[in-house]
């Protein structure tokens, strides 16, 4: 069930969210956490069907702040969708006009739930410093998405410059299952790794991120090559006892090639929003790689010394940057 209020204020919200509950016996309230989205018009069904999915994991509030025309008189549309109708926990979508886009903290503040964390999230372009802002600064945690930008390597640089505890970009989580894998060749021996390579389409943040990794984890000069895509194609540990390869042509599963052992087909799946969201969710506490990563990719590319900076070749025009069999 979907109960609209339109040309509505925030007493009138409360008002409608606790007959809600009563009606269903308050189960609202017992949700893991709170999710505020805050996004516009475009990009609004994408992110509150990206967050009901992951709610199946983490079940939570979802409060969706959508920005509409910001010249108009200021006026709030709410919609209230029960708990089970587009997930585990009731949903609200408030479409602000005018002003009162700039000021969502004010509007949202009295329908938290007291004591449950609070976690934003920024589908499309996030702020550049989310702890500042107004929804951010409510928020245990803040999830931006640098790949949303015109500029995704400037946008997340430059929202690395403000990092503050609990923030965090999604083209860092989409690296998960790249890291996880590489981290598990290692449990093979193979000697000392002395260089490395990270191969994917131009301008992909989490590219730069994953070759950052791999420099401040091994202490090794990280080479960053450009492919056609889609997303990451390549990864190449060059070890002493002979290249490790992970490559991934299709965006779906990768093929892994160890010295003196048969290649082998491992699942590799780009990460949907969703997937990326309920990773993040299961987390409340800081990053720490994160921000490790962040910070130390940030000082090399004001050194000049970025990976993405080094790349003076293509994937094409050098075959051995998909890594060596």
């Given at each position: 069930m979907t109960m609209y209020l339109p040309r509505t204020d925030t007493s009138q919200i409360?008002?409608?969210?606790?007959?809600?509950r009563h009606s269903i016996g308050g189960g609202a309230m017992n949700m893991v956490l709170t999710l505020v989205i805050v996004t516009d018009e475009a990009d609004h069904y994408d992110a509150v069907r990206a967050a009901t999915e992951a709610g199946r994991e983490h079940p939570?509030?979802?409060?969706?702040?959508?920005?509409?025309?910001?010249?108009?008189?200021?006026?709030?549309?709410?919609?209230?969708?029960?708990?089970?109708?587009?997930?585990?926990g009731e949903a609200l979508l408030l479409r602000l006009y005018g002003?009162?886009?700039?000021?969502?903290?004010?509007?949202?503040?009295?329908?938290?739930?007291?004591?449950?964390?609070?976690?934003?999230?920024?589908?499309g372009a996030g702020p550049a410093e989310p702890a500042a802002d107004p929804v951010g600064r409510l928020a245990?945690?803040?999830?931006?998405?640098?790949?949303?930008?015109?500029?995704p390597m400037a946008d997340l640089l430059g929202r690395i410059g403000n990092y503050r505890p609990g923030d965090t970009d999604l083209t860092w989580t989409r690296l998960t299952p790249w890291r996880s894998m590489l981290a598990s060749t290692m449990d093979h021996p193979s000697g000392w790794v002395t260089a490395a390579e990270v191969t994917a389409e131009d301008h992909y943040p989490s590219a730069d991120l994953l070759a950052a990794w791999l420099a401040h984890q091994l202490d090794v000069e990280v080479t960053r090559t450009v492919s056609n895509g889609p997303g990451i194609t390549g990864?190449?540990?060059?070890?002493?006892g002979g290249d490790i390869a992970l490559r991934r042509q299709d965006g779906r599963v990768a093929t892994l090639s160890r010295p003196g052992q048969p290649d082998q087909t491992v699942a590799?799946?780009?990460?949907?929003?969703?997937?990326?969201?309920?990773?993040?969710?299961?987390?409340?506490d800081p990053d720490l790689m994160y921000e490790r990563t962040a910070t130390f990719l940030k000082d090399m590319t004001e050194r000049g010394e970025a990976p993405g900076q080094r790349a003076a070749r293509t994937a094409e025009a050098a075959p051995s940057a998909e890594g060596a069999q």
């Amino acid at each position: 069930m979907t109960m609209y209020l339109p040309r509505t204020d925030t007493s009138q919200i409360t008002e409608a969210l606790a007959q809600e509950r009563h009606s269903i016996g308050g189960g609202a309230m017992n949700m893991v956490l709170t999710l505020v989205i805050v996004t516009d018009e475009a990009d609004h069904y994408d992110a509150v069907r990206a967050a009901t999915e992951a709610g199946r994991e983490h079940p939570s509030r979802i409060i969706a702040v959508i920005r509409r025309d910001p010249d108009a008189e200021p006026a709030i549309d709410a919609e209230i969708r029960r708990p089970g109708t587009s997930g585990p926990g009731e949903a609200l979508l408030l479409r602000l006009y005018g002003p009162l886009g700039e000021h969502a903290d004010s509007v949202i503040t009295p329908l938290l739930v007291p004591d449950a964390p609070v976690v934003a999230w920024w589908p499309g372009a996030g702020p550049a410093e989310p702890a500042a802002d107004p929804v951010g600064r409510l928020a245990h945690r803040r999830i931006t998405d640098a790949l949303r930008a015109p500029d995704p390597m400037a946008d997340l640089l430059g929202r690395i410059g403000n990092y503050r505890p609990g923030d965090t970009d999604l083209t860092w989580t989409r690296l998960t299952p790249w890291r996880s894998m590489l981290a598990s060749t290692m449990d093979h021996p193979s000697g000392w790794v002395t260089a490395a390579e990270v191969t994917a389409e131009d301008h992909y943040p989490s590219a730069d991120l994953l070759a950052a990794w791999l420099a401040h984890q091994l202490d090794v000069e990280v080479t960053r090559t450009v492919s056609n895509g889609p997303g990451i194609t390549g990864t190449r540990l060059v070890t002493e006892g002979g290249d490790i390869a992970l490559r991934r042509q299709d965006g779906r599963v990768a093929t892994l090639s160890r010295p003196g052992q048969p290649d082998q087909t491992v699942a590799l799946a780009r990460r949907r929003a969703s997937e990326a969201l309920a990773e993040e969710l299961r987390r409340l506490d800081p990053d720490l790689m994160y921000e490790r990563t962040a910070t130390f990719l940030k000082d090399m590319t004001e050194r000049g010394e970025a990976p993405g900076q080094r790349a003076a070749r293509t994937a094409e025009a050098a075959p051995s940057a998909e890594g060596a069999q």
